[in-house]
């Protein structure tokens, strides 16, 4: 394979998956399939986003003036999805709100009918291929004047799921995914399993006009995904999680932020042993540049 991957430097904050399907046909086939309809319109409106940001949306569009849809990608699973997807829908109304100069019209505002999904690639054998995910499992007591549904798609290929059948892009996508799964699996390095996966789609004609004009892009963003789903894998099995449930639980807010920097930590921890320049780490977790030489010399002293 070419040298010029051995020195790739993440540009990116997308998902392969975000930009993958940010494009209106690819898009455009992905919605058809999943509300089982033959629309030839759309109009692509996710609000903007950084990789590691929660606070914007994956992709989000409007289907003529049926359905505004939102779709977002998880490799890991997140069970506040459905909250998450209340903060995206109420901005996307708004925006709507604001385009329309409605805002301050009395008469009853109609808006296109929502839709959430969300599809996992992750490693969990445990997520089913479909299920539901209520808002109202996040309240403690009676919410039935608030719900907000999330429909959940296990799109890993061995799971064989319908939409995955359905719509050939989702196929190809999952297809890219799994080929990447398949070096891990077989312990080559994490670069050639993704040098791998990309090469091995081309040559079977899967994504291949996408991967062919961003190959190095792909390769940055499956990278930098992969470092990151490692990192979190970290704190998970330092009891990161743990921590800040018992944090909350006894009501120590300053333990709840000491493992947030923690956790911050960990992920430039994690990019400095994947060799990411220091400039680059500080984009990403907002670490100063001291900090980050402090732990790159302690990732070295305990090496």
Not at 15 to 39: E, I
Not at 207 to 213: A, H, P, R, T
């Amino acid at each position: 394979m070419p040298d010029k991957f051995s020195n790739a430097n993440p540009q990116f904050r997308d998902s392969v998956f975000r930009d993958f399907f940010n494009n209106p046909v690819r898009l455009l086939d992905l919605c058809n399939s999943l509300l089982d309809s033959n629309f030839s319109d759309i109009e692509i409106n996710t609000l903007d986003s950084n990789f590691l940001s929660a606070l914007k949306n994956d992709i989000s569009c409007k289907i003529g003036n049926n359905f505004l849809i939102l779709i977002e990608h998880q490799s890991s699973v997140n069970e506040n999805m459905p909250f998450r997807c209340l903060s995206y829908i109420a901005e996307l109304l708004q925006n709507l709100v604001k385009l329309k100069k409605l805002l301050y019209k009395q008469q009853l505002m109609l808006f296109p009918t929502p839709r959430f999904f969300v599809f996992y690639d992750g490693n969990n054998q445990s997520e089913p291929t479909h299920r539901i995910l209520k808002l109202s499992d996040s309240f403690e007591g009676d919410s039935s004047s608030l719900e907000l549904i999330v429909h959940s798609f296990n799109i890993n290929l061995a799971k064989n799921a319908d939409i995955v059948n359905k719509c050939t892009y989702l196929h190809e996508y999952s297809t890219l995914i799994s080929y990447v799964k398949l070096g891990i699996s077989k312990n080559w390095s994490r670069r050639n399993s993704i040098l791998y996966a990309i090469q091995r789609c081309i040559d079977e004609n899967v994504m291949k006009e996408y991967l062919l004009q961003k190959r190095e892009e792909v390769f940055s963003m499956l990278d930098l995904q992969w470092n990151f789903d490692d990192a979190k894998q970290a704190w998970h099995d330092e009891g990161f999680e743990q921590g800040i449930q018992q944090g909350i639980q006894q009501g120590i807010s300053q333990g709840i932020q000491q493992g947030h920097d923690n956790a911050t930590a960990s992920i430039a921890i994690n990019m400095i042993q994947a060799g990411l320049p220091f400039e680059q780490i500080h984009k990403f977790t907002q670490l100063s540049l001291d900090k980050i030489s402090e732990l790159a010399k302690l990732n070295l002293k305990n090496q």
